[in-house]
């Protein structure tokens, strides 16, 4: 297939092994684990445990909710949260909670040569967080006013965007 498919896979595979199932297990590593493990960094399993607990730069270890291998528990948890919650007020405060913990997880993650400050950090953060919840509170509150006027029998328009709600809002607090 070539060359960029190869590049493709590889780097797939690797994500994999730091995001994906195979690093859950490394989910509850102790400390003395971690030391074990930068004693013999050569090692096959001292390198998974290291690349799923440890700065891929630095070797700094991350704290625990924000280490890549927590990736995808904690954004299903997130997502479960987003997609359950009926209430204005429930919707914000999911979006919330979903753009701190992705600010925070990129955050612990970034490139350690980023030269990008901490306060142009905060203001993206808070702009994208204002673009979410400002998103996800205007399409609650419109679905739940149309809902309200149609007493319960709405149009598939409004089924769709009550469903694509968390959707949409954690969409809008992406960069283009």
């Not at 498919?5 to 989910?27: A, E, Q």
């Not at 004693?39 to 440890?54: D, E, F, G, I, M």
């Not at 905060?122 to 996800?136: P, R």
């Amino acid at each position: 297939m070539g060359e960029w498919w190869n590049r493709y896979t590889d780097r797939f595979k690797s994500m994999l092994d730091v995001c994906g199932p195979p690093s859950w297990r490394y989910l509850a590593t102790t400390s003395g684990q971690i030391s074990d493990a930068k004693a013999n960094p050569l090692s096959p399993q001292s390198k998974r445990v290291l690349s799923a607990v440890c700065h891929p730069q630095t070797g700094e270890v991350l704290p625990l909710p924000f280490r890549m291998s927590a990736h995808v528990p904690m954004n299903t948890i997130l997502l479960v949260g987003m997609l359950s919650s009926r209430s204005v007020w429930g919707t914000a405060l999911w979006q919330v909670l979903n753009s701190g913990f992705n600010a925070m997880q990129f955050y612990h993650n970034r490139n350690s040569s980023n030269s990008v400050s901490d306060n142009r950090l905060l203001a993206s953060f808070v702009g994208a967080t204002t673009a979410a919840v400002g998103v996800g509170y205007s399409l609650r509150s419109w679905e739940l006013r149309q809902l309200q006027h149609a007493r319960g029998a709405a149009s598939p328009l409004v089924f769709a965007i009550g469903l694509f709600a968390p959707f949409l809002a954690a969409a809008a607090s992406k960069p283009l």
